[in-house]
């Protein structure tokens, strides 16, 4: 009889949790939409004409409803990378992976794939940035402790892709190596979310961000 009550009360926990995301579903953007919101937010970040939308005390209880972000995004955890910042956004808008060097792993796919397939988000951006401290620390060969080198040994692919395509070795372009990295692993490693993106119109681009000008390039827009 206990066995039976805990399955019931944890179903019942996950449909709640399920909803937290589904409740608002219909509300999500295309991929086109959201790109275009990131982009006109990206302008007022850069023209110091920022609105900060949904931010207020309404937002945040229309949040106890549950979320529908229009974006997932997986930037670097570097403290002058703020998406909401750099695109202008509030409460509830992005749903936001962060790490030294947005690296891509296990647990990193598995929260784009709630992203994607349970909060119904249209647009995937992973997005690099200048002068980042995870790509000068790959170049600069020496690893400090075995966890930043994890980060390193991830990112060294991206120095390699660059000698390959016989472009100079500097930070900017094995940033961009990364991100680059980055999405093709993501497409050809998790078959499910690739499917699943396929059939719902879901769109994956690349992004760098400028530290000095505070613009955004999404590279293949």
Do not use: W
Request: proline share 3%; with cysteine; charged share 25%.
């Amino acid at each position: 009889m206990k066995k039976i009550i805990f399955s019931f009360v944890l179903i019942f926990s996950l449909l709640i949790n399920a909803n937290i995301c589904f409740a608002n579903n219909h509300d999500n953007l295309s991929a086109e939409d959201a790109i275009k919101k990131l982009v006109e937010g990206n302008e007022r970040f850069v023209e110091l004409h920022l609105k900060h939308p949904d931010s207020n005390k309404k937002r945040r209880h229309e949040m106890l409803k549950g979320q529908h972000p229009f974006v997932v995004i997986l930037s670097c955890s570097d403290s002058r990378v703020p998406p909401e910042l750099i695109f202008d956004q509030g409460l509830g808008d992005i749903f936001e992976i962060r790490n030294a060097g947005n690296v891509l792993d296990e647990h990193v796919i598995g929260s784009i794939e709630y992203a994607v397939m349970h909060c119904g988000v249209k647009l995937i951006v992973i997005m690099g940035h200048q002068d980042c401290g995870a790509i000068a620390a790959t170049l600069s060969g020496k690893s400090e402790t075995k966890y930043i080198k994890s980060l390193e040994d991830s990112i060294q692919p991206a120095v390699e892709d660059c000698k390959k395509q016989g472009l100079k070795v500097n930070s900017d372009n094995v940033v961009k190596a990364h991100v680059m990295q980055d999405i093709n692993e993501l497409m050809t490693q998790d078959t499910d979310l690739v499917k699943y993106m396929k059939e719902n119109n879901v769109k994956l681009v690349p992004a760098y961000y400028h530290l000095d000008t505070g613009k955004v390039d999404f590279l293949n827009k």
